[in-house]
């Protein structure tokens, strides 16, 4: 359950500094948004997988659903939106990979919890691109693993940080929570882009793996894809220094292409990394 976005992407010769215009961009448009892709991911991982979020009345709803229905992600709990747009993240990506990112994020901010019908289901994974007391609602009255990756960065209710079974920050989104984390009393997983991750369980430092080396293009959508493989090999009871192994390395099997949704990777290309 998430955010389901069209993705304006600019190819850049450097990243802007503040108040800076960079030209020579080449523009792209790729389907996205956080929920989409961690949805996307896990089906092109093995999952079956249903997808529950918003879009707009609009041309750019069926853009931003193309991959998702050609992946084979079940589109029938979607909510469309008669007047909120579609939401649009505007990405610059530089020539190393690195990216910034600006989302407005339309009909994402209009998922109402009355709107959810959640299936019958193992696992449900959520981020923080849509409204935050849906995400407590659902996150209340699901009795299955829950998964929620605390992106981006904002207050979330201590109910839904105490129901988490795992939650998935990255170094800032960690420092910014700080000591509000250790409301978790299941898996706090931090990730530290191609350093790999660390998994902590009641304050201890319970796993590690390294990220595998490849040749990083984009890394949009790098974290979604490791949420959802995280989550994945989790299911299929993984110990856990194996599930973080299998998520850097298909969250570095994400990087190799441009494109959030383009560079999700199947089970095979994160199975023969080392």
Known sequence: MGSINLDLSASVSRLPAPGETVTGATLERFPGGKGANQALAARRLGADVTMIGCVGADAAAEEALAL??????????LITHETAATGIALIAVAPSGENHIVVAPGAN??????????PNADALICQLEIPAATIADVAARFDGL???????AREVAESVLKRADVIVVNEVEAEWYGDKLAACAGMIVTTYGKDGAVLFKAGE????????????????????????ALTIALLENKIPEDALRFACAAGAAATTKRGAQPSLPSRDEVDVLP
């Open 146 to 152: 829950f998964v929620i990756n605390l992106a981006p």
């Open 205 to 228: 430092r319970v796993a590690s793996a390294k990220a595998p080396v490849v040749e990083a293009i984009d890394t949009t959508g790098a974290g979604d894809t490791f949420t959802a």
């Open 109 to 118: 901010a209009k998922l109402e919890a009355s709107d959810v019908d959640l």
């Open 68 to 77: 998702l229905r050609a992946g084979g992600v079940e589109l029938s709990r």
